[in-house]
DNA sequence: TTGAAAGCGTTACCAG
DNA sequence: CTGGTAACGCTTTCAA
């Protein structure tokens, strides 16, 4: 098999589109946008656009018409399964919508972020969806003067930059907390929290360590181990190092379904059973949970949900830009649920 | 807290930049890319887009200078790890080189990749990074007149479009077969490959078959469940519907170390030891098979190392269009070792 | 329903 | 080292 020599020459434009089908090229325009224009024209300029191959040059048309369709989504790591299916559900809403995602992964690191954002808005999003509430303060100027409406997912901040769809971790794990308290467990400790670059993990953290407060409890059973993504690895020395430290410790919650299976499984190594000699939660309602034996306890999130709602916000804030008077609010709340199985 | 009165006027131009730094646009836009410049010059221009906070607008510059410095990727899955740690592996090489990944999510449909693709050439990337040898024909006529140089990951096809980086599923899965039977299993069984647009799938499924041919074994202990991407929940039923057809089977091959994962369950529910009663067997080295209990013994693919090296073939491939000379193979194989654990 | 001309914001190219 | 001018390929705007 010989390499071809290239018919590389030079793609065709909308010029050779609108000669070979007899028209100028704002009819050609015309019809690719599917404006007025007689079925006649139509199909010779649809044939013409066939033979040639024909592809838009979408620069072109965004330096021309100001106006790109990108959307812009920063998310700390794609390899977390709940947000890869935030991302999802993103895709789900837009993409109907003629609308293209612009994906970033700032692995949990503020300056990435900030060198993420710069990038992007070199593109013109029509709209920029970060994750969390944390960012620099140049990527906050950055934001406010590019006028590029911005959404936060996966928190709610009490002053969101723009909008806001998400929910209070802190909340979220002061309720598994009683969960595990109305179970009868005293002895509580807590997995995680580790990075401080994860605002939602140490959200989970001080949640814990208020309401074990609140139920006058001991909160200091905190073993803080493991870089952010949290994964299962992390799990089992955290629990190793807990029952070290504390061994009557009579139930765990995990920062994450993923460092409860860990838990679960150096607990296992260690002859331990869950839940009767120690009970796990975790966070997250990851897959693996619902698959594991036993079944792990945790709080469920619909990530996907986060997606498509904030997908929904975003569509809202453009017809908002585009004049029609759409009210969408600031700061949307997605449920969380605690999700009793095997484990706790 | 009073919403701003959008401060958008209209956002900052070269052209305003370089009123304020006292120079012309051509000057600014050399700083800008670093061409040679006085250093006072270059200073009172970086003050000026400081103070303005002047973004460079990508669509502009793309149009006018004809490159853009966007890749394109597309993966069946975002929410596979393995697929994301590709993805992470090519935005580690191709970063450094100031490129763009524009990250497209086909889920396995032939059709959403030609969607996709098509789309993702309005954007004049300067490589199409694709997963698998399998598209449609209006794809490959897209790609082929785009003149864009295409990557395939993850397989090794007779012909690629252009370059490929990958493995054969095939030979793999008929290392497995082989280490199974080096282990004395005889009778041994395969789970997955039930979707027609997961070739890699498919090919595990006849590498299986083929080895079990070649060793004179019964090929025919093939249970097709779940469509992909093949998750934890496909395993268990898969299983049992294995473990009814054919009770007396001694080991189970699995697509996916996902599913193997499912498996494993299945068996400790009915009381199975693995690997005493029944060896179980995974693919892919995901994180579960390393940390969950028993381990699961598997074949290790490098996921990132596969985007790696795709980053290192695009790499090349751009310096080539420049008229450098550099030869990069069409072909690049990646290893995979088979990873022996505790439950096979 | 269709066409011609005028840009969009940047960089290539050539002068100075 | 610096500046003017002419594109880049499309859509907007205005006429016909």
Redesign the pocket.
């Given at each position: 098999m010989s390499r071809m020599p290239a018919p590389k020459a030079t793609p065709p434009?909308?010029?050779d589109v609108a000669r070979l089908a007899g028209?100028?090229?704002?009819?050609v325009?015309?019809v690719?946008?599917g404006r007025?224009?007689?079925e006649?024209?139509r199909e010779r300029v649809r044939r013409a656009i066939e033979e040639l191959g024909y592809v838009?040059?979408a620069a072109?048309?965004a330096?021309?018409?100001?106006r790109t369709s990108f959307v812009a989504v920063l998310v700390p790591s794609l390899s977390s399964s709940n947000f890869s299916d935030t991302v999802s559900g993103l895709t789900a809403v837009l993409e109907p919508q003629g609308l293209e995602l612009l994906i970033g992964d700032t692995d949990y690191l503020p300056d990435r972020e900030e060198r993420l954002v710069r990038q992007m808005l070199r593109h013109q999003p029509r709209c920029i969806a970060l994750t969390g509430a944390q960012h620099t303060d140049a990527t906050r100027t950055l934001l406010q003067r590019s006028g590029v409406p911005v959404v936060e997912m996966w928190d709610l901040p009490a002053e969101p930059i723009d909008m806001a769809v998400g929910f209070s971790n802190v909340s979220a794990a002061r309720e598994m907390v009683r969960y595990l308290a109305d179970k009868g467990y005293r002895r509580i400790g807590f997995l995680g929290g580790a990075s401080e670059l994860d605002r939602r993990g140490l959200d989970r953290l001080k949640g814990y360590q208020l309401e074990m407060k609140a139920l006058g409890l001991d909160k200091h059973r905190v073993v803080r181990l493991g870089e952010s993504p949290v994964t299962m690895s992390h799990g089992a020395p955290a629990m190793a190092e807990l029952l070290e430290r504390w061994p009557d410790t009579q139930a765990v919650m995990c920062v994450s379904d993923m460092s409860a299976f860990g838990a679960i499984m150096e607990c296992q190594r260690r002859g331990l059973r869950v839940p009767d000699d120690i009970a796990i939660a975790g966070f997250g309602n990851f897959e693996i949970a619902a698959c594991c034996h036993p079944t792990i306890t945790t709080v469920s999130v619909d990530a996907y949900g986060i997606g498509q709602r904030t997908g929904e916000a975003i569509v809202a804030a453009l017809a908002a830009a585009d004049g029609e008077r759409a009210t969408h609010p600031a700061k949307t709340r997605i449920d969380y649920t605690v999700v009793p199985r095997e484990s706790a």
């Open positions: 434009r909308m010029s028209v100028s090229k704002m009819t325009s015309r690719m946008a007025s224009a007689s006649a024209t838009a040059d072109a048309g330096l021309s018409s100001g």
